[in-house]
């Protein structure tokens, strides 16, 4: 067993984590750039004692952040330096099913990426390193949120292929209608490359990913646009703070490990004597564990 410490990423519309115990926003430098924002610290208190946790609002206080412009690699690290040892991704999404209306939450098990204008990866010329993503998700942390919403009588579908596009625009109905064909259940825009960096960094990652609107292939709704989204965010956001709360109570103040938290132990295929060191510190939290064997 291991001391739990959950992270939070805040999508639109939950750029806060109230209820926290010795609370405190610091900023936490990292070697890949700003960080959205300063990461929020603090220990909710549960049945089981008290959980550490770290909240970071993925667009910043205010939205300042758009989804091309959130710098993913510095979030990630500086999760990683703050001793996250799990994550959970809150995020806003359209449907791509009938049976998923608004204000649905949907535990995605797969996603497709199809962001274009992103750094994907900590890894590159210098220090070359693959990490599986079949599975993209934990499936540990899918269990503890589906239970937390069955505990808040909250709508919600476990499993579903979040579509990611890169934004900011929304879709055209073509595109709307060719995700739905993919069998798609949900589209937004942050979920990569900030899932994939998770499992780079050896951290568990899960996303609740909460229904405001129908993207633009519904025909008997009126196209997305962002009053409709902000209206839907706002009744979702305490739902989305009561089931992490009771995910964070479920979880406890210790963890099994995780085969999640060693994904890199065969992933390094660039010979050592031919590793970048400018690189390699750089991955100083994010590697480290691996590098410094």
């Not at 999508?11 to 609370?23: A, Q, R, T």
């Not at 579509?163 to 798609?184: D, H, I, K």
């Not at 990569?192 to 633009?216: G, N």
């Not at 979880?251 to 390699?280: V, Y």
Request: hydrophobic share 40%; charged share 20%; with cysteine.
């Amino acid at each position: 067993m291991t001391k739990t410490v959950l992270g939070v990423i805040g999508g639109s519309g939950v750029y806060e984590f109230p209820g926290l115990k010795n609370e405190r926003w610091e900023r936490v430098a990292s070697p890949w750039g700003e960080a959205s924002d300063a990461l929020h610290f603090g220990t909710l208190p549960t049945a089981k004692g008290d959980v550490d946790m770290v909240f970071l609002p993925r667009h910043g206080r205010g939205h300042v952040h758009s989804p091309t412009s959130i710098n993913y690699r510095a979030n990630i690290d500086a999760m990683k330096r703050a001793g996250v040892t799990d994550i959970i991704s809150v995020s806003a999404v359209g449907s791509l099913k009938e049976e998923l209306p608004p204000g649905t939450f949907v535990i995605v098990d797969q996603f497709i990426d199809r962001s274009f204008a992103r750094e994907k990866s900590f890894f590159g010329p210098g220090l070359v390193a693959h990490v599986s993503m079949a599975e993209p998700v934990c499936a540990r942390l899918g269990d503890h949120i589906e239970a937390a919403c069955k505990a808040n009588g909250i709508a919600h579908a476990r499993g579903g292929t979040y579509m990611v596009m890169e934004g900011p625009q929304f879709s055209t109905l073509a595109e709307s209608n060719l995700y739905r064909s993919w069998g798609c259940a949900v589209i937004g825009m942050t979920n990569m490359p900030e899932a994939k960096l998770a499992r780079e960094a050896e951290m568990p990652y899960a996303t609740i990913a909460m229904v405001t609107d129908f993207d633009c292939w519904h025909d008997d709704h009126e196209n997305v646009d962002v009053a409709s989204v902000i209206k839907i965010l706002g009744e979702n956001a305490e739902n989305s703070r009561a089931v992490l709360r009771d995910v964070a109570t479920s979880f406890g103040p210790t963890r099994t490990p995780s085969p999640i938290d060693t994904a890199l132990e065969f992933a390094f295929i660039t010979a050592p004597e031919k590793r970048d060191p400018a690189l390699i510190a750089k991955l100083d939290a994010v590697a480290g564990r691996v590098l410094k064997a």
